[in-house]
């Protein structure tokens, strides 16, 4: 196999390389798997907001995640492309393999150095441990210039074997040592002391970037992942939003916005555009249909919103009383009333333009201008958010095996209450009239009846998208078949014509083959 070259960008001694692992840890959690389309759209805005590393997937784990990994490696050009592998050839040649087309690429591989995971996970000795490190990263080296290696568990490794470990990796090669907090156990303190260590007793430490990927079990990652930066670590590994196995891995937005705002006391620099940050978050949570909570920090919709009265007043008196970052910094515009029915779809694009949706695809566009004359015909008022909720369906939705058409619903105390659907399966159109225990269970159960399936719900979760009662409501609902489970979102003015399209689009998640074979040591 011939050897894919790489160059490892240097840079000034503040600047923190940003490892984005969305679509790789974001993307193994529960319910956020993406499609290889999916996947490219989120590679894109990433490479468009300066992110320094990419994890684009773990190609051994599966022909599609192979193929992800290939396409997103042939598409970015200036960010650096990294697939993960385990510590053995047939993943590293694989990962290699997957790579080949990257301007930039980069191996990433690793195995557990806890005596937990060596005994019950691996159940090797830790000298086989160690030789495996050495090992892996020589065969990965062999066949990328830029590669790491992650000791898994190592917050809860022995001191002195991760040292001769991480020792090993750079003699064998590895530029980047990453120190994962795999199971979210850390704290700040004992992290910087950690990382403090390694820089103190690993004697080629100097000739390896030290990188950092925390678990945000306890609620600590972003705190610390800050802790390491502040002890030398000049990487750290996050995904959008926060979304990661478990509780989620570091939030890339937190920890970026909090050496932006805090660069008085955290004098490090990123290469990160944070104006893209609530682009990046939104297109996410209508891709994996995995709805940010409001007061999530950054991104969360109550983040900069000011309830209370006395707030309101300091805000309005000095943004600064209560504001400590601004909302143009996420790229968070005040909202603004934004257009009505006579709007053409010159302005609409043009609007399209200015909130970031400057390249959406011919379908997408007609799509969502429907939506919005639809919507327009409706609704007096229509606001940024509005027209955001449409785009975010639009772009989600245009590939979808099955479609919604239409929704009317008989409800009320008198009952019965009655759904009669039409939706297009595989292009073609299908009608059911179904009573139910409810209007949103009459609509569920119709697209049963259009569609039969065994899938069972787990989540329907309502909320408006503006204030009033005209809002539109966008609707989550997550669907769970043979321990697969996935969200669909839905906008519409009509709550329930919302639920029925956030069903069809979970629906239509699942029934994107993805023939996963999770490899068993991958618990990361
Ligand atoms: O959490 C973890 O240990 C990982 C590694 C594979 C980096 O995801
Ligand atoms: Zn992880």
Same mark, same amino acid.
């Given at each position: 196999?011939?050897?894919?070259?790489?160059?490892?960008?240097?840079?000034?001694?503040?600047?923190?390389?940003?490892?984005?692992?969305?679509?790789?840890?974001?993307?193994?959690?529960?319910?956020?798997?993406?499609?290889?389309?999916?996947?490219?759209?989120?590679?894109?805005?990433?490479?468009?907001?300066?992110?320094?590393?990419?994890?684009?997937?773990?190609?051994?784990?599966?022909?599609?995640?192979?193929?992800?990994?290939?396409?997103?490696?042939?598409?970015?050009?200036?960010?650096?492309?990294?697939?993960?592998?385990?510590?053995?050839?047939?993943?590293?040649?694989?990962?290699?393999?997957?790579?080949?087309?990257?301007?930039?690429?980069?191996?990433?591989?690793?195995?557990?150095?806890?005596?937990?995971?060596?005994?019950?996970?691996?159940?090797?000795?830790?000298?086989?441990?160690?030789?495996?490190?050495?090992?892996?990263?020589?065969?990965?080296?062999?066949?990328?210039?830029?590669?790491?290696?992650?000791?898994?568990?190592?917050?809860?490794?022995?001191?002195?074997?991760?040292?001769?470990?991480?020792?090993?990796?750079?003699?064998?090669?590895?530029?980047?040592?990453?120190?994962?907090?795999?199971?979210?156990?850390?704290?700040?303190?004992?992290?910087?002391?950690?990382?403090?260590?390694?820089?103190?007793?690993?004697?080629?430490?100097?000739?390896?970037?030290?990188?950092?990927?925390?678990?945000?079990?306890?609620?600590?990652?972003?705190?610390?992942?800050?802790?390491?930066?502040?002890?030398?670590?000049?990487?750290?590994?996050?995904?959008?939003?926060?979304?990661?196995?478990?509780?989620?891995?570091?939030?890339?937005?937190?920890?970026?916005?909090?050496?932006?705002?805090?660069?008085?006391?955290?004098?490090?620099?990123?290469?990160?555009?944070?104006?893209?940050?609530?682009?990046?978050?939104?297109?996410?949570?209508?891709?994996?249909?995995?709805? &940010? /909570?409001?007061?999530?920090?950054?991104?969360?919709?109550? %983040?900069?919103?000011? #309830?209370?009265?006395? !707030? *309101?007043?300091?805000?309005?008196?000095?943004?600064?009383?209560?504001?400590?970052?601004?909302?143009?910094?996420?790229?968070?515009?005040?909202?603004?009333?934004?257009?009505?029915?006579?709007?053409?779809?010159?302005?609409?694009?043009?609007?399209?333009?200015?909130?970031?949706?400057?390249?959406?695809?011919?379908?997408?566009?007609?799509?969502?201008?429907?939506?919005?004359?639809?919507?327009?015909?409706?609704?007096?008022?229509?606001?940024?958010?509005?027209?955001?909720?449409?785009?975010?369906?639009?772009?989600?939705?245009?590939?979808?095996?099955?479609?919604?058409?239409?929704?009317?619903?008989?409800?009320?105390?008198?009952?019965?209450?009655?759904?009669?659907?039409?939706?297009?399966?595989?292009?073609?159109?299908?009608?059911?009239? &179904? /009573?139910?225990?409810?209007?949103?269970?009459?609509?569920? %159960?119709?697209?049963? #009846?259009?569609?039969? !399936? *065994?899938?069972?719900?787990?989540?329907?979760?309502?909320?408006?998208?503006?204030?009033?009662?005209?809002?539109?409501?966008?609707?989550?609902?997550?669907?769970?078949?043979?321990?697969?489970?996935?969200?669909?979102?839905?906008?519409?003015?009509?709550?329930?014509?919302?639920?029925?399209?956030?069903?069809?689009?979970?629906?239509?998640?699942?029934?994107?083959?993805?023939?996963?074979?999770?490899?068993?040591?991958?618990?990361?």
């Amino acid at each position: 196999m011939s050897t894919v070259s790489s160059e490892t960008n240097t840079q000034d001694a503040d600047r923190v390389r940003i490892f984005d692992t969305t679509l790789r840890d974001g993307e193994q959690s529960p319910g956020c798997s993406m499609n290889l389309e999916e996947k490219l759209q989120v590679a894109g805005v990433l490479e468009e907001m300066g992110v320094d590393i990419i994890e684009a997937g773990f190609p051994i784990a599966s022909n599609g995640d192979f193929a992800a990994v290939q396409a997103v490696a042939r598409m970015v050009k200036k960010s650096t492309v990294a697939g993960l592998a385990r510590a053995s050839r047939k993943d590293i040649d694989r990962a290699a393999e997957a790579l080949k087309g990257a301007v930039r690429p980069r191996i990433h591989t690793f195995i557990a150095t806890s005596p937990l995971h060596m005994k019950y996970k691996l159940q090797m000795e830790p000298d086989a441990v160690h030789q495996a490190v050495a090992d892996s990263v020589s065969r990965a080296r062999d066949l990328c210039d830029d590669v790491e290696w992650s000791c898994e568990d190592g917050t809860r490794s022995e001191h002195d074997f991760l040292c001769r470990c991480v020792e090993t990796a750079i003699k064998a090669g590895a530029r980047t040592i990453n120190i994962p907090d795999t199971v979210g156990y850390t704290i700040p303190a004992e992290f910087h002391a950690l990382i403090s260590m390694l820089f103190e007793r690993v004697p080629n430490i100097d000739k390896a970037t030290v990188s950092v990927h925390c678990h945000n079990d306890l609620g600590l990652a972003v705190a610390n992942s800050l802790a390491a930066i502040v002890a030398g670590a000049r990487q750290v590994e996050c995904t959008i939003n926060g979304i990661g196995e478990r509780a989620g891995n570091a939030a890339m937005e937190e920890i970026v916005m909090a050496l932006r705002t805090r660069r008085d006391v955290l004098p490090y620099s990123t290469g990160v555009k944070t104006e893209s940050f609530t682009k990046a978050s939104r297109l996410l949570s209508a891709i994996t249909g995995f709805s &940010v /909570q409001p007061n999530k920090a950054i991104v969360g919709a109550n %983040a900069f919103a000011h #309830e209370a009265g006395i !707030h *309101q007043d300091g805000v309005l008196k000095h943004t600064g009383t209560y504001e400590i970052m601004t909302p143009e910094s996420i790229g968070l515009r005040r909202s603004t009333l934004v257009m009505g029915k006579h709007s053409g779809r010159h302005a609409f694009r043009s609007k399209l333009a200015e909130l970031g949706y400057a390249d959406l695809s011919d379908n997408a566009l007609q799509n969502a201008f429907q939506r919005f004359k639809d919507l327009a015909d409706h609704k007096k008022d229509i606001y940024d958010e509005d027209i955001l909720a449409l785009v975010d369906d639009a772009v989600v939705r245009h590939n979808d095996h099955i479609r919604f058409v239409s929704l009317q619903v008989v409800c009320g105390s008198k009952g019965p209450q009655t759904a009669e659907l039409e939706l297009e399966v595989d292009g073609e159109l299908k009608h059911a009239k &179904v /009573q139910g225990h409810g209007p949103v269970d009459a609509t569920f %159960a119709a697209i049963k #009846e259009i569609f039969p !399936h *065994q899938i069972s719900l787990q989540l329907y979760q309502v909320h408006a998208v503006t204030e009033g009662t005209d809002a539109q409501a966008e609707v989550t609902v997550r669907l769970e078949e043979n321990g697969r489970t996935v969200n669909g979102q839905g906008a519409d003015y009509d709550t329930l014509v919302a639920s029925a399209r956030a069903y069809v689009n979970a629906l239509n998640k699942l029934l994107v083959k993805r023939e996963k074979t999770a490899p068993a040591a991958l618990s990361a």
